[in-house]
């Protein structure tokens, strides 16, 4: 039922659903995504470890007891992995490498797969560190950007693993951007306080690309959370390990979501921290409002806005709603916000709540496609 209700796509791979399983070093294989997450609508396997470089530091952890996946014919082990993943999701392989040429060569491979590939910014042991690996290439914007360029011209959808927090996200969001990647997975780690959803909503404002939510997501609240700060996609790692059936929960609820509301990661209000897409809700600018700080953001004037979003409405539904506040329900609120006048609006003119939002996600899509200044370029 997932697959008709979620239009969710990276290049040439689709997903069934938003709900992922994260990557575990040494522990997510094609046995582990087969038991664990078989109702997922992406797996990522790995970290796999594709050169001298990385193995050398992958040996030395795992004989202090780190669980690490290690193999003199990576690329092989890799080609076997994903055609061992059996539940007909799509799959994403995460890797490490010290030098270029091995990520070039897997992500060729990958492609013949129909798989992602995805590049390790984000462990952070000090062996890795140290050796470039992992979180060192965010500290390295000139290598990130070229590898990100190289990896990409080989034709293969390419996710980008990161840790939040850790340089400014907002320039290292437009940095993965700009130099072509597909996805960008978040760990949305705060030290101490679990997941850091405003730095989901800074790689939303910060960029188109599909963007996977990662960090302490172990029920459909934490999920729904990330989804209303701009993540496409969620992911989860241990929390399936310490409940079998979260991805399958997951899976159920995000499905039963949007099912009923249209649009599973529809933003939070712009007067409550939403990101830009939240300007598909927003009233007429014609009082002092957060709006006028969000608009200018885009390069719109006060009246380009308005004329932006009118325009949009002519010849659908949302040109209807002439007792609403401003005379349109292009300018009506969230369904999820209690208004009995907009749903008397839509009562009257047959538009359930789900056709109406799924207007104003395609509304926002519209606001940001004729935005004089592109998101990755904002202020």
């Known amino acids: 039922m997932s697959d008709c209700l979620f ?49 050398e530091v992958a040996s030395d952890l795992a004989s202090r007891g780190r669980k690490e996946f290690i193999s003199d014919e990576p690329l092989e082990l890799i080609k076997r992995e994903i055609r061992a993943v059996n539940s007909g999701t799509a799959v994403a392989v995460n890797v490490r490498s010290t030098t270029l040429e091995p990520l070039i060569e897997a992500a060729k491979l990958v492609k013949e797969e129909g798989a992602i590939l995805e590049l390790n910014a ?31 011209k080989t034709g293969v959808v390419l996710s980008v693993k990161v840790r939040a927090n850790v340089v400014n996200d907002v320039e290292l969001a437009r940095l993965i951007d700009k130099a072509g990647a597909d996805i960008i997975h978040v760990d949305a780690m705060l030290e101490g306080f679990g997941a850091d959803l405003d730095a989901i909503s800074n790689y939303r404002d910060a960029t188109r690309l599909f963007i996977i939510g990662n960090n302490s997501v172990t029920d459909f609240d934490a999920a729904k959370d990330m989804f209303s700060r701009g993540a496409d996609m969620v992911s989860v790692a241990r929390g399936a390990m310490e409940n079998p059936n979260l991805i399958k929960e997951l899976v159920e609820c995000a499905t039963m979501y949007q099912g009923s509301i249209g649009w599973y990661n529809a933003p939070k209000h712009v007067c409550s921290e939403g990101d830009f897409r939240a300007l598909a809700f927003c009233c007429l600018p014609v009082k002092h409002c957060p ?26 539904m949302l040109e209807y709603g002439e ?27 047959g538009l359930s709540d789900s056709e109406y939002m799924k207007l104003k996600e395609k509304l926002a ?6 935005a004089r200044i592109p998101v990755n370029e904002s202020q």
């Open 7 to 55: 239009d969710l796509h990276a290049g040439y791979v689709r997903f069934r659903n938003p709900i992922a399983l994260a990557p575990m070093a040494g522990i997510v294989d094609s046995a582990f995504a087969n038991q664990y997450a078989v109702d997922a609508g992406l797996v990522v396997l790995g970290a796999f470890n594709l050169d001298k470089g990385s193995m």
């Open 122 to 152: 984000h462990c952070k042991q000090p062996e890795m560190l140290k050796t470039g690996l992992g979180e060192a290439l965010l500290r390295d914007f000139p290598r990130l950007s070229a590898w990100i360029t190289a990896i990409k």
């Open 291 to 316: 709006v006028h700080g969000k608009y200018k953001k885009l390069g719109y004037t006060a009246e380009e806005f308005t004329r932006t979003k009118m325009e949009f409405a002519r010849g659908t």
């Open 323 to 349: 007792d609403t506040c401003f005379g349109s329900l292009v300018w009506c609120c969230k369904i999820t916000k209690p208004c009995w006048i907009r749903d008397g609006v839509l009562h009257s003119i």
């Open 365 to 370: 899509k519209h606001v940001l496609d004729h």
